[in-house]
């Protein structure tokens, strides 16, 4: 099992940064002819941030960048390493955090790599630039964020209402501070949460980039398909066991936990698996009434909109879990204390 | 109450169906059964009947007994 305990990696600051446009569940549910308030009451979402043709999820994550580097006063070329989670990235090739190296100005000597990870996404960056600051390197970027209203069909009952776009940045430091984290994968899922073509496996064409009938709306094999049933599923299977394991880990009681930061995935679903895992819900903060399921970046998002004052001020000890997407699912405990946190910012 | 009235009664407050509307013979199509609803049950089913439920098999229900068959297993 993917384990692993840090000393050495400390959580100095994280900065979100989302579109401006805002759409409402209201309007996009009067489009699909949906109930508007069984949607809400099943969701949590009431409104969600789209980002327009112009915006990526990279921009979004620099404009986190440079307003969190300027309020942490940290100098561009003290930054060592730079990593990219999205399933959003600008190109094929190269990779966006290459990009994002050159656009933010870090040094040439900065290491700089993306990840593809979803809903799990965050935590696994976390334990990457843990690994490398715990391994010697001082200062890591981690840079999260998805735009997956881009890929995704607004003719899709499944989709249509759930994501927000976002970005966010978290800077990582070498100073004394613990944390524990456990990751597994279960790639038979995979088919559960897909863009089938658009890749290598099937080229985009002029037939698959055409939607189709399919059930609940229109999609396009280019754009993403989701199995709802089959991620409440694998999420009430995989994740209160995960929980367990992780406290067992990490060494910690429920109630030396002051929250949990869940993926956003939905309101229902997040319910239920707190009542699975034994945790009040009172412990566990949404940021889905106004920004959706917010992809990766779901957990920075939600700790920037319901938190940032109190890990401003104070050290708050966590569990965060991430799950979906792969299926892969992520967990960590860790303490966030006294950290740099503008405000969330929104993009034009 | 035995658990096939419970699922009953659980149904109707779910699907918000008039309660004690729900004999068993009812076929699902006819109730407001949707893939919103299928979420809904997979979590009913944990949640009230301490079962993890196999979601082709709720996708093959065609009635209400199909579903207390699920949750029987």
């Known amino acids: ?348 | 109450m035995n658990n096939e009235d419970k699922l009953h009664r659980d149904l109707e407050e779910m699907l918000e169906l008039d309660p004690a509307s729900l004999k068993g013979d009812e076929a699902l199509e006819t109730l407001n059964w949707d893939s919103m609803a299928v979420v809904m049950f997979i979590a009913m089913a944990d949640k009230n009947y301490g079962v993890a439920v196999n979601v082709s098999d709720v996708r093959s229900a065609k009635n209400v007994a199909d579903l207390y068959a699920l949750i029987s297993k």
Not at chain 1, 104 to 127: H, T
Not at chain 1, 272 to 282: S, T, V, Y
Not at chain 1, 311 to 321: G, P
């Open chain 1, 1 to 348: 099992m993917a384990k692993s305990t840090f000393h050495n990696a400390r959580v100095a600051g994280i900065a979100c940064t989302l579109p401006e446009n805002e759409v409402s569940t209201e309007a996009i549910a009067s489009v699909l002819g949906l109930p508007p308030r069984r949607i809400v009451a099943m969701t949590g979402i009431e409104k969600r941030r789209v980002a327009p043709p112009h915006i990526c999820a990279s921009d979004l994550c620099a404009d986190a960048t440079e307003r969190l580097l300027a309020t942490l006063g940290w100098k561009k070329e003290s930054i060592e390493a730079l990593i990219f989670v999205s399933q959003t990235p600008d190109y094929i090739l190269p990779a966006t955090a290459c990009t994002l190296q050159h656009r933010l100005g870090l040094s040439k000597e900065c290491a700089s790599f993306d990840v593809n990870q979803g809903c799990s996404g965050y935590i696994y960056g976390l334990w990457l630039a843990s690994s490398l600051v715990e391994t010697g390197l001082q200062r890591v970027l981690l840079l999260v964020g998805d735009t997956l209203n881009r890929i995704s069909s607004e003719e899709d009952k499944s989709v249509a209402f759930l994501f927000g776009d976002s970005g966010s940045a978290t800077a990582m430091e070498r100073i004394p501070a613990t944390s524990h984290f456990i990751l597994g994968t279960d790639g038979g899922g995979a088919g559960n949460l897909i863009i089938e073509a658009g890749q290598c496996r099937q080229r985009p064409n002029s037939v698959n980039s055409l939607r189709v009938e399919v059930e609940g709306g229109k999609r396009s094999p280019t754009e993403l398909f989701m199995d709802g049933s089959e991620v409440m599923a694998f999420t009430l299977r995989e994740v209160p066991p995960l929980f367990e394991q992780l406290l067992g880990y990490a060494g910690l009681q429920r109630s030396q936990l002051d929250g949990i930061v869940m993926h956003q995935a939905n309101k229902f679903l997040i319910e239920n698996l707190a009542r699975k895992i034994d945790m009040p819900l009172e412990l566990i903060p949404l940021s889905l009434s106004e920004f959706g399921n917010t992809s990766c970046a779901s957990i920075p998002v939600t700790i920037s909109a319901c938190l940032r004052e109190v890990v401003s001020a104070k050290s708050l000890t966590l569990a965060l879990l991430g799950f979906g997407v792969g299926w892969s699912w992520s967990a960590c405990t860790l303490s966030l204390n006294s950290i740099s946190t503008p405000e969330i910012a929104f993009l034009k």
